[in-house]
Nanobody
């Protein structure tokens, strides 16, 4: 089992920045791709960004150029730097880790962007 603890969400004004962190613990060997998803009210959960162990990244079109995902393999931690936030970024953000063929999820952290 892999446990994920997220931090860094909160309330920010339009144009502001936030940095999310997600630390993995437990059966952390062979952790593969790490990523962030988000779910806004009455919408489906969507991929925001992902990063492989070799630091190959993938971004949703809506966040490309504004968000940056990174990871520290030694700390088993993934980060999401979010800049130029807009109200459309308001959602619960979930950390995701893939280990072999299993997905693990964090508890979610609320990000609210006020206009």
């Amino acid at each position: 089992q892999v446990q994920l603890v997220e931090s860094g969400g909160g309330l920010v004004q339009v144009g502001g920045s936030l940095r999310l962190s997600c630390a993995a613990s437990g059966s952390i060997f062979s952790i593969g791709t790490m990523g962030w998803y988000r779910q806004a009210p009455e919408k489906q959960r969507e991929l925001v960004a992902s990063i492989t162990r070799l630091h190959i990244t993938n971004y949703a079109a809506s966040v490309k150029g504004r968000f940056t995902i990174s990871r520290d393999n030694a700390k088993n931690t993934v980060y999401l730097q979010m800049n130029s936030l807009t109200p459309e970024d308001t959602a619960v953000y979930y950390c995701n880790v893939r280990r072999y063929d299993e997905d693990y999820w964090g508890q979610g952290t609320q990000v609210t962007v006020s206009s």
